[in-house]
Nanobody, 121 residues
Framework: HVQLVESGGGSVQPGGSLTLSCAAS????????MGWFRQPAGKEREAVAT???????SYAHSVKGRFTISKDNAKNTVSLEMTSLIPDDTAVYYC????????????????WGQGTQVTVS
């Protein structure tokens, strides 16, 4: 079965940077969609960034210009470089995958990692 394993979370001061990584097994990044989502405490899960099979990217308005999503098809990994972090970026960050072009809804992603905490304070 598909497994997604995130790494790279932690605590950082405002203005700092972190890079999250997600390694996928039994999933082909070159033909599907991968993305990063986050869920602040007490709030709904929201999309942060997605990257399609053709490398088309999409970002939430709140992170545009600060976060960069990338993938390595050979390694089946997707990364999220986060810079200029602010306290509102504090959340559990999840990697997700979908076996096709990136869907519109968060709920359409069928494969999820366990999440990694990012705290900005």
């Amino acid at each position: 079965h598909v497994q997604l394993v995130e790494s790279g979370g932690g605590s950082v001061q405002p203005g700092g940077s972190l890079t999250l990584s997600c390694a996928a097994s039994k999933f082909t990044a070159s033909t599907g969609c991968m993305g990063w989502f986050r869920q602040p405490a007490g709030k709904e899960r929201e999309a942060v960034a997605t990257i399609d099979s053709d490398y088309t990217t999409s970002y939430a308005h709140s992170v545009k210009g600060r976060f960069t999503i990338s993938k390595d098809n050979a390694k089946n990994t997707v990364s999220l470089e986060m810079t200029s972090l602010i306290p509102d970026d504090t959340a559990v960050y999840y990697c997700a995958a979908y076996g096709g072009s990136c869907p519109r809804r968060v709920s359409d992603f069928g494969y999820w990692g366990q999440g990694t905490q990012v705290t900005v304070s």
